[in-house]
Nanobody, 123 residues
Framework: QVQPVESGGRLVQAGDSMNLSCTAS????????VGWFRQPPGKEREFVAA????????YYADSVEGRFTISRDIVKNTVNLQMNSLRPEDTAVYFC????????????????WGQGTQVIVSS
């Protein structure tokens, strides 16, 4: 079964930075639309950021705009989420998702999903 794998989640303090990474041996991220989502405790999963096959196409949720950066490393076959100025409200399980088709901005429908990595930001 094709499944992206997330890594990098840990416990940090408010104001710290963290980089999450997503990879999958069965998927060539260079030709996929990839997104990051998160599910805070007791809440539904929400969109965080996305990157299209054309790296100029990046999208962010309003809550992370200016603090988070999504990028693609073709050599390492990873998609990374650099998170700066972390806040306690960023605490969540972060998921990576990939799509071999075209993702419509705003709909954020992906075919392949990872198991998630836990991010905890203490105040």
């Amino acid at each position: 079964q094709v499944q992206p794998v997330e890594s990098g989640g840990r416990l940090v303090q408010a104001g710290d930075s963290m980089n999450l990474s997503c990879t999958a041996s069965e998927l060539a991220f260079a030709v996929l639309d990839v997104g990051w989502f998160r599910q805070p405790p007791g809440k539904e999963r929400e969109f965080v950021a996305a990157i299209g096959v054309n790296d100029g196409d990046t999208y962010y949720a309003d809550s992370v705009e200016g603090r988070f950066t999504i990028s693609r490393d073709i050599v390492k076959n990873t998609v990374n989420l650099q998170m700066n100025s972390l806040r306690p409200e960023d605490t969540a399980v972060y998921f990576c998702a990939a799509e071999s088709g075209t993702v419509v901005p705003g709909r954020w429908e992906y075919e392949y999903w990872g198991q998630g990595t836990q991010v905890i930001v203490s105040s």
